[in-house]
């Protein structure tokens, strides 16, 4: 059984599939849409850098990698284009300037005002600390490019 995505990038809608070998027993097909953990058992992390390749250039996988877990990113981003169908444009990793420590993963999103940028940042925070994964959550941050201007 394979499980079929679709990933909104500044390209035009892209189909994935991801093999069901890491889909639990108990999981139901409800499940998939709306939680992050499900898709990110789903995964494995040769999946993972084929989904994250359509975002990010080889050279900042490396950097992105030691920084927070390839699948957990995935799974993120997988769960925000099906479930909000939203546009992300880009994902990079954020350093501080003095020491070159990272600090935070961008995901970029197209096509959102303030108040959805409000709403979206604000559920997928609280959506990945239900779930168990609050480690992420701080690591992890939802940039609007019309909301800050930045195209």
Do not use: H
Request: net charge negative; with cysteine; aromatic share 10%.
């Amino acid at each position: 059984m394979t499980e079929n995505f679709t990933i909104y990038s500044n390209l035009e809608p892209t189909q994935i599939s991801i093999s069901s070998k890491y889909i639990p027993v108990t999981t139901t097909a409800e499940t998939y849409s709306n939680s992050i953990r499900s898709i990110f058992n789903m995964i494995d992390k040769k999946e993972a850098l084929e989904i994250l390749k359509t975002y990010i250039d080889e050279d900042c996988v490396n950097s992105i990698s030691n920084f927070i877990d390839l699948r957990s990113l995935a799974s993120i981003v997988l769960w925000l284009s099906n479930t909000f169908q939203i546009n992300i444009s880009s994902i990079s990793i954020t350093e501080d300037v003095e020491s070159s420590q990272p600090l935070f993963i961008e995901i970029r999103i197209n096509n959102c005002d303030w108040e959805k940028w409000k709403y979206l940042a604000k559920y997928t925070k609280d959506t990945l600390n239900r779930e168990g994964l609050g480690d992420i959550a701080g690591k992890v941050v939802l940039v609007c490019n019309q909301a800050m201007q930045i195209s």
